[in-house]
């Protein structure tokens, strides 16, 4: 009942080069190539929407996964007013996918995936004046009509602080490994405990070699003592961490994790993590969503395709304002009241990142509970 349940989503109520070669003959600038021109036909009663993730290389299963959602969105949704076209960001590149975009009248892009290439396709959107909403996490590439769709370590980590402050917990630690990831999770535990009014008594970074994880816990375990301690990494390294932290100086601490658990299967069959927090979208519509996806294409779905599906909700909504033929109307995206989807509701913050309506689960023996229900609004 996929279709019935998530057609009618309406606004939640208010209540994530080579080096050029010396030439000895300087040679005249040559103009940049024209993009090739229209090969759709024009549409008078839709106005085009481009899907751009990759269909072909490393990540085409990923980008077809969201391809599909998005097209069974439409269906699901009936939306009419809109018509949506699927451009591979892998074959020739992203501003080439995107150029092509433009030339055939797309409005609005849904997509890119991966962060590169929204780094190139944002000054192409921009010239046009269309709106970018990226399925990528990284919210250094948010701002200048670019809106960050993907699931983020900031709010996951947030709520689950915020959760466990409230269960009397006031002394954190945090595990973040190198790197892009683990220096935004750090960052955001460091404001997460600060706003929750607790005190991060150590943070320790590691690299994935021998050793790594075991001497940054002994460093950790150094710190005079925590009552909850947050693993920003897989579920993988987290079965690995859990028993060093079990036999050290603070063994009775709440684990944590982040939104990378949402994917994970088996987290309880490691003792050491049953009773550990992480926060998450839903999984429920989801699930649904699985089916119906399952039965259409014969195959389950990434999990991220639920941010193609969601994307096309968000604009079927919108395209009731958006008059044929018009520039996108990008204002719409800001509602504070936010909208719904597969995924709970979300809204876009003034920084073009979204925010999201996150449940918090605990790992049992024979699997998650909630132990702290999404909010139904923003309000």
Known sequence: MLALTLAGCQLVPKSRPEPVPEQTIPEPEQPEPEAPGPRLPPDETRNRVAVLVPTTGANAGVGQSIANAANLALLDSGGERIRITVYDTAKAGAAAAANLAIAEGNGLFLGPLLAEDVR?????????????????????????????????????????????RSRGAARFAALVPEGVYGTRASQAMVQAVLGAGGRLVGTETYDRGPGALRTAIARLN???????????????????????????????????????????????????????????????????LRSRYRARYG?????????????????????????????????????????????????FAGNGVAQRSLEVLEVTAAGTVIVSAAPRSFE
């Open 299 to 347: 195959a389950n779905p990434y999990r991220l395709a639920s941010l193609g599906y969601d994307s096309v909700l968000l604009t079927v909504r919108i395209a009731k304002d958006w008059r044929i033929g018009r520039a996108f109307p990008e204002r719409l995206l800001r509602d504070p009241g936010g909208f719904a989807g597969v995924d709970g509701a979300f809204r």
């Open 222 to 288: 150094g710190s005079g003592g925590y009552d909850a301690i947050l693993i920003a990494d897989g579920g993988r390294i987290a079965a690995a961490a859990a028993p060093l932290i079990r036999s050290g100086t603070s063994p009775g601490a709440r684990i944590l994790g982040t939104e990378l658990w949402a994917t994970e299967t088996g987290l309880g069959r490691t003792p050491g993590l049953r009773g550990a927090y992480y926060a998450s979208v839903g999984e429920t519509m989801f699930g649904q």
């Open 120 to 164: 190139a396709v944002a000054p192409v959107a921009r010239r046009a004046n269309v709106p970018v909403i990226t399925y990528s996490n990284d919210v250094s590439i948010a701002g200048g009509g670019v809106y960050v769709m993907g699931f983020t370590p900031g709010e996951a980590v947030e709520r689950v602080v915020d959760f466990t």
